[in-house]
């Protein structure tokens, strides 16, 4: 990478340390999710089905769907689940990417996320499963993009001695290769959450208050309840 060209040895092994760990954050996060979406379609589909969709629509390379799959595995198996050897066979399978879709490191292009699920489904299940799965999607792609932020985070951290934050939180997306619009939300987040923290705070009366809204009162399905 361009910032690191010149570096030291020291920073560079730094910076393959933290991107090792927010590597692994994000596939915690990755497998929170599939899991919920799981749970949350268990009785419409099975898990492998599920997590097809969930690999297809994120366009998760081979490998990390490999890893996520195995990982959610491991988790139901915890979890004392009853899927039988040829189910989790079956889960692993790895689903293969269609040709036009470009495949990202570490996940799909996040402004695309669940779009393609809601499409798929969208005249093909009833609006029940569907209203679950938007529930669901912007669920996910705001946990992947707290991860994110949190990790670019983590890297301003680890780096400080040697680079200034903004210059960390860029390299950052730039080892992750985030598309250019979801990477400017996490740069500016990060920042702001910095700004939190070392700029004078805003006065109380230049601040603008939001009423709460009270969600009890939308008409939403519940999802159904696990066993």
Same mark, same amino acid.
């Given at each position: 990478?361009?910032?690191?060209?010149?570096?030291?040895?020291?920073?560079?092994?730094?910076?393959?340390?933290?991107?090792?760990?927010?590597?692994?954050?994000?596939?915690?996060? +990755?497998?929170? +999710?599939?899991? &919920?979406?799981?749970?949350?379609?268990?009785?419409?589909?099975?898990?492998?089905?599920?997590?097809?969709?969930?690999?297809?629509?994120?366009?998760? $390379?081979?490998?990390?769907?490999?890893?996520?799959?195995?990982? &959610?595995? &491991?988790?139901?198996?915890?979890?004392?689940?009853?899927?039988?050897?040829?189910?989790?066979?079956?889960?692993?399978?790895?689903?293969?990417?269609?040709?036009?879709?470009?495949?990202?490191?570490?996940?799909?292009?996040?402004?695309?996320?669940?779009?393609?699920?809601?499409?798929?489904?969208?005249?093909?299940?009833?609006?029940?499963?569907?209203?679950?799965?938007?529930?669901?999607?912007?669920?996910?792609?705001?946990?992947?993009?707290?991860? +994110?932020? +949190?990790?670019?985070?983590?890297?301003?951290?680890?780096?400080?001695?040697?680079?200034? &934050?903004?210059?960390?939180?860029?390299?950052?997306?730039? $080892?992750?290769?985030?598309?250019?619009?979801?990477?400017?939300?996490?740069?500016?987040?990060?920042?702001?959450?910095?700004?939190?923290?070392?700029?004078?705070?805003?006065?109380?009366?230049?601040?603008?208050?939001?009423?709460?809204?009270?969600?009890?009162?939308?008409?939403? $399905?519940?999802?159904?309840?696990?066993?």
């Amino acid at each position: 990478m361009a910032l690191i060209k010149s570096s030291s040895r020291t920073l560079q092994r730094q910076v393959d340390l933290t991107t090792a760990v927010c590597q692994e954050r994000l596939l915690t996060t +990755h497998v929170k +999710h599939v899991l &919920a979406l799981v749970d949350l379609v268990a009785d419409r589909m099975p898990f492998d089905d599920a997590l097809d969709i969930y690999v297809r629509i994120l366009r998760l $390379t081979p490998e990390l769907a490999r890893n996520v799959g195995s990982r &959610a595995l &491991a988790e139901l198996g915890r979890r004392g689940g009853d899927l039988v050897a040829e189910e989790a066979q079956r889960a692993m399978r790895v689903p293969e990417v269609e040709p036009e879709e470009e495949v990202r490191p570490g996940g799909a292009r996040p402004d695309a996320l669940f779009a393609r699920l809601r499409r798929r489904v969208r005249g093909r299940v009833q609006d029940e499963l569907r209203e679950r799965i938007n529930l669901a999607a912007a669920r996910t792609e705001d946990g992947i993009l707290e991860t +994110h932020v +949190h990790n670019s985070l983590s890297f301003a951290r680890a780096l400080s001695a040697e680079l200034a &934050a903004s210059e960390s939180i860029e390299m950052y997306l730039e $080892t992750m290769m985030l598309p250019e619009g979801f990477a400017d939300v996490v740069y500016n987040r990060a920042l702001s959450i910095i700004a939190e923290q070392v700029l004078p705070p805003i006065r109380d009366d230049a601040k603008e208050e939001f009423p709460r809204i009270d969600v009890s009162t939308l008409r939403i $399905t519940p999802a159904p309840e696990q066993q």
